[in-house]
C-alpha cells in the first residue's frame, strides 16, 4: 500500500505482487550450495524500496522495473515474472465532495497486469480479476445435446451472470497502459452488454473478437467465464404467475467457459 500525500489529498496504491526467478541455480538443490541465491525477503524489500524510490503509476510500469532490477544484479538470473493486482479504493462523499483521506474499497474487481524479462526480450500484459456482470436480456440457451440424463429445459429469456477474468498480452511496449486498460476492459463490457447471446462461450467469443478488432496494441487475449447461475423459481405453489421476475442465485454446480483468441 502506497498513499501518495498531497496537502488535503491523498492518493492510495494498494497492489498485491508475485515475483518468479527462472535461472541456473541447480546447485542449490542438488549440493544445498546458496550463494547464488537471492532470499525471498530480500525481493519483499525490494518492492517497498523501489516504490519508495520512485511513486508507482501504473502496475505494468513497476513490474518493468521491477524486473530490470533483478536482472541488472543477477547474473544466474534467465526470466523473471511479475505478476501485479491493483485493488481499486474510490473516495467516500461527504455530501457534494469527495473526502480527502478517507476511502472505501470498490468490489472485487481487481486490475491485473504481468511482466515477463528474459535478458533479450520483455513481454507484456495486463488484465481485470473478479468483475462481475450480468445481463438480464438476450441471453439463450437452446439447441444443446441431449440424452436419457438431461433434463435442463431449454431456454431462449435467461439470465447471464458471470465472474469475468481476462488477461491479454500486448505486442507491444510503448503504451499509455492506462489509457488502454481502460478501453480494453469498456470494450468488454460493451460487447457483453450488446451481444444476443445463444451461450456464455458465445458472448465468450464476441467479447473476445471485439477487443482485438478495437485495440490494437493487444496480440491475444484470454477469458474465464463461469456460469453463475440464476434459476427462475416456481410461484405457481403460492398462486402466484410466473413472470420470469424471480431467480435464485446459486454457486454450484456451474460450467466453466474458457477460451484464448489470438490475432
Same mark, same amino acid.
Given at each position: ?40 525477503? !530480500? ?42 493486482? /491493483? ?24 486490475? !491485473? ?28 440457451? /437452446? ?19 458471470? !465472474?469475468? !477474468? ?47 478488432? /478495437?485495440?490494437? /496494441? ?31 442465485? $446459486? ?8 477460451? $484464448?483468441?489470438?490475432?
Amino acid at each position: 500500500m502506497q498513499v501518495s500525500r498531497r496537502v488535503d489529498r491523498h492518493d492510495l496504491r494498494d497492489l498485491t505482487i508475485a515475483i518468479r526467478f527462472e535461472g541456473e541455480y541447480d546447485e542449490s538443490y542438488s549440493a544445498g550450495d546458496n550463494s547464488a541465491v537471492l532470499p525471498t525477503d !530480500t525481493m519483499k524489500n525490494t518492492v517497498y524500496a523501489l516504490a519508495a524510490r520512485q511513486c508507482v503509476e501504473d502496475p505494468e510500469e513497476f513490474g518493468l522495473r521491477l524486473s530490470r532490477h533483478f536482472l541488472d544484479r543477477n547474473p544466474r538470473l534467465r526470466r523473471v515474472r511479475v505478476d501485479l493486482r /491493483a485493488h481499486p479504493w474510490v473516495r467516500i462523499p461527504i455530501g457534494d465532495r469527495e473526502h480527502g483521506q478517507a476511502f472505501v474499497r470498490h468490489g472485487p474487481e481487481a486490475r !491485473t497486469a504481468r511482466v515477463m524479462c528474459n535478458r533479450r526480450r520483455v513481454r507484456m500484459g495486463a488484465g481485470v480479476r473478479n468483475l462481475l456482470i450480468l445481463k438480464s436480456s438476450h441471453s439463450a440457451f /437452446a439447441g444443446y445435446l441431449r440424452d436419457e440424463y438431461t433434463t435442463l429445459p431449454e431456454t431462449h429469456d435467461r439470465l447471464l451472470a458471470t !465472474t469475468l !477474468t481476462a488477461a491479454w498480452m500486448y505486442g507491444e511496449n510503448d503504451l499509455d497502459f492506462h489509457i488502454t486498460w481502460r478501453a480494453v476492459r469498456r470494450t468488454l463490457l460493451e460487447a457483453f452488454a450488446e451481444h444476443d447471446s445463444r451461450s456464455v462461450q458465445h458472448t465468450l467469443y464476441a467479447m473476445g473478437q471485439a477487443v482485438l478488432d /478495437a485495440v490494437s /496494441a493487444v496480440d491475444a487475449i484470454r477469458l474465464v467465464m463461469p456460469n453463475k447461475h440464476h434459476l427462475p423459481v416456481d410461484l405457481t405453489p403460492f398462486g402466484l404467475e410466473n413472470r420470469n421476475e424471480i431467480f435464485v442465485p $446459486t454457486e454450484e454446480p456451474h460450467g466453466l467457459i474458457e477460451a $484464448t483468441l489470438v490475432r
